[in-house]
T-cell receptor
Framework: GAVVSQHPSRVICKSGTSVKIECRSLDFQATTMFWYRQFPKQSLMLMATSNEGSKATYEQGVEKDKFLINHASLTLSTLTVTSAHPEDSSFYIC?????????????FGSGTRLTVV | AQSVTQPDIHITVSEGASLELRCNYSYGATPYLFWYVQSPGQGLQLLLKYFSGDTLVQGIKGFEAEFKRSQSSFNLRKPSVHWSDAAEYFCAVVLYGGSQGNLIFGKGTKLSVKP
C-alpha cells in the first residue's frame, strides 16, 4: 500500500521548452506532496511543498515561475519545468505524506531524470 | 537549526560482515525518524521508522535501528550484509506536529559491498 507513481522516468528536452512531471498516489489520498531535486551523489533538496487545492510553498532560492507546481486533486501533483535550460538537468523526486495510521510516513516516487540539451 | 548528520560518506564492507550506519539529529524534541535506501536512478524505499515505544525497530531486508535519546542517534544495523545491499542510505527526520512536516535528510552514506 501507499504507492506513489511518478512519470516519466526519463525525459530529454530541448533548451527553452517545458516539461511536466506527474506524481500520482495510487491507493491513498495525498493532501500533501513534496518535490525534491537531487544532484549527482548528493542528498535530496526540498524544492516545494504542495497541498491539495492551495498554492505550493517554495523553499528559499527556488524559482516559483520556473518550477510550477499544481496539486489540483488528492491523487495528483505535477511539476512543470518551464523554459528549461541545461542547468535544470537533474533528478526530480516526488513524495507524499501518507495519512496517519499504521502506514503513516512518507512514500516516494521512482524519480524523473531530466536532461536538457 | 534542525539538522541530520550522517558522518560517514562512504563505507565498504565485505559480504557477510556486519554493518552499522550512523545517524545523529539535532532537535529540541524527539522527532519521527526514518531510514531510506536508494538504488542508482531510483526513488527512495523505506527501510524502517521510529515514532515512539520500543527503541529497537525492525525493518525490511533484515535491517534494524536503535533510537538512543541520550545520544540523539538512530543508527542502522544489519548483522550480515548481502551484495544486493550496496546502495545509498539516507537518514531522515520530521518534527512531530511541524507546520510543514517535510522530511529533513542527512547527506547520505554510500554502501559498497566487496565479495
Amino acid at each position: 500500500g501507499a504507492v506513489v507513481s511518478q512519470h516519466p522516468s526519463r525525459v530529454i528536452c530541448k533548451s527553452g521548452t517545458s516539461v511536466k512531471i506527474e506524481c500520482r498516489s495510487l491507493d491513498f489520498q495525498a493532501t500533501t506532496m513534496f518535490w525534491y531535486r537531487q544532484f549527482p551523489k548528493q542528498s535530496l533538496m526540498l524544492m516545494a511543498t504542495s497541498n491539495e487545492g492551495s498554492k505550493a510553498t517554495y523553499e528559499q532560492g527556488v524559482e516559483k515561475d520556473k518550477f510550477l507546481i499544481n496539486h489540483a486533486s488528492l491523487t495528483l501533483s505535477t511539476l512543470t519545468v518551464t523554459s528549461a535550460h541545461p542547468e535544470d538537468s537533474s533528478f526530480y523526486i516526488c513524495s507524499a505524506r501518507v495519512p496517519r495510521g499504521t502506514a503513516y510516513g512518507y512514500t516516494f516516487g521512482s524519480g524523473t531524470r531530466l536532461t536538457v540539451v | 537549526a534542525q539538522s541530520v548528520t550522517q558522518p560517514d560518506i562512504h563505507i565498504t564492507v565485505s559480504e557477510g560482515a556486519s554493518l552499522e550506519l550512523r545517524c545523529n539529529y539535532s532537535y529540541g524534541a524527539t522527532p519521527y525518524l526514518f531510514w531510506y535506501v536508494q538504488s542508482p536512478g531510483q526513488g527512495l524505499q523505506l527501510l524502517l521508522k521510529y515514532f515512539s515505544g520500543d527503541t529497537l525497530v525492525q525493518g525490511i531486508k533484515g535491517f534494524e535501528a536503535e533510537f538512543k535519546r541520550s545520544q540523539s542517534s538512530f543508527n542502522l544495523r544489519k548483522p550480515s550484509v548481502h551484495w544486493s545491499d550496496a546502495a545509498e542510505y539516507f537518514c531522515a527526520v520530521v518534527l512531530y506536529g511541524g507546520s510543514q512536516g517535510n522530511l529533513i535528510f542527512g547527506k547520505g552514506t554510500k554502501l559498497s559491498v566487496k565479495p
